[in-house]
């Protein structure tokens, strides 16, 4: 390929970027307070812009630090200038501290997040401890190998003043990444990791068929209940069917009879229930032989 051929090739739009930024001059310390002032003081977009601008090559800087952890280093850059606008939003010009200095702190952060968003479906990182290992981890083991001091879980938390439990869970954590049900299983591929998953809950089928008997039971009660008098009706409802049983005394007293009596109305109403729910015996609190199932209180 000649020199004319690659002047007229399309690059990438990261290359681009790349050299574009590098043919933007840095800003003095004056200069940058100067700015500063003005985006402060009369919103001026133009000086806010210079200093995004100015500082954009510093954001590639801290990008490339976060390449390990697998993501496009386009994408790390996009989430630092976020970091950057952010700072410069919020710079104080009369600290007499540099833009980057202050900066740099929003742009990893961006960064960060972005990586703890994107690594896994399961969210990772919640706590201050779990970010400080997700970023801090790979690190200090190569730090500790080279000391020759040993990179076990133990020695990594003391070096981190973390608690040990937290290390071996973010190592877990960091080792098995998401992996789509919908993947080949096998050299073959005929089957995917779905259909090796084990399912320990309540089959579909067997539920449909629990609300269908539960639905059944429930009419078959409602039907029996309606076709006794009454009396029975309210002596059901009132001993059996209720989570505060009144006592035959009470149903006795509400009807202008004894309690023997109110005994006698409840046995047949329990008898002539017995009879209309005998085939939905298996599906409703009622045994076959006619004893409710329901504590109720003796009076």
Same mark, same amino acid.
């Given at each position: ?50 200093? =995004? ?61 972005? =990586? ?85 809950? =309540? &089959? ?22 309606? &076709? ?72």
């Amino acid at each position: 390929m000649t020199s004319r051929q690659r002047a007229t090739t399309p690059r990438e739009p990261l290359d681009l970027f790349l050299a574009e930024i590098r043919t933007v001059p840095l800003l003095t310390a004056e200069e940058e307070v100067r700015l500063a002032r003005a985006w402060r003081d009369d919103g001026d977009a133009r000086a806010a812009h210079q200093l =995004i601008t100015a500082n954009l090559r510093f954001v590639v800087k801290v990008a490339h630090e976060y390449r390990t952890y697998g993501f496009r280093l386009a994408d790390l850059i996009q989430e630092g200038n976020i970091g950057l606008m952010k700072a410069v939003q919020k710079f104080d010009p009369e600290k007499q501290v540099r833009l980057i200095s202050y900066a740099v702190w929003w742009i990893r952060a961006y960064i960060q997040n972005y =990586i703890l968003r994107s690594w896994s479906l399961v969210k990772i990182g919640t706590t201050q401890a779990q970010r400080k290992l997700f970023f801090s981890l790979a690190r200090t083991k190569r730090e500790l190998e080279r000391l020759g001091g040993g990179t076990g879980s133990e020695k990594v938390a003391d070096r981190l003043h973390v608690r040990e439990s937290e290390v071996v869970e973010m190592e877990r954590r960091l080792d098995g990444r998401d992996l789509s049900l919908d993947a080949p299983w096998g050299d073959d591929g005929s089957s995917t990791h779905g259909d090796h998953v084990a399912w320990e809950g =309540i &089959r579909a089928d067997d539920e449909m068929g629990s609300r269908q008997e539960r639905r059944l039971a429930t009419d078959g009660v409602r039907i029996a209940v309606d &076709r006794l008098d009454d009396r029975e009706r309210f002596i059901v409802q009132n001993r059996i069917l209720t989570d505060a049983p009144m006592t035959l005394k009470d149903v006795g007293a509400h009807f202008g009879f004894s309690r023997e009596r109110a005994r006698q109305l409840e046995l047949r109403a329990k008898e002539k229930l017995r009879r209309e729910l005998e085939p939905l015996a298996v599906a409703i609190d009622w045994p076959v032989d006619g004893r409710a199932t329901v504590e109720v209180e003796p009076e």
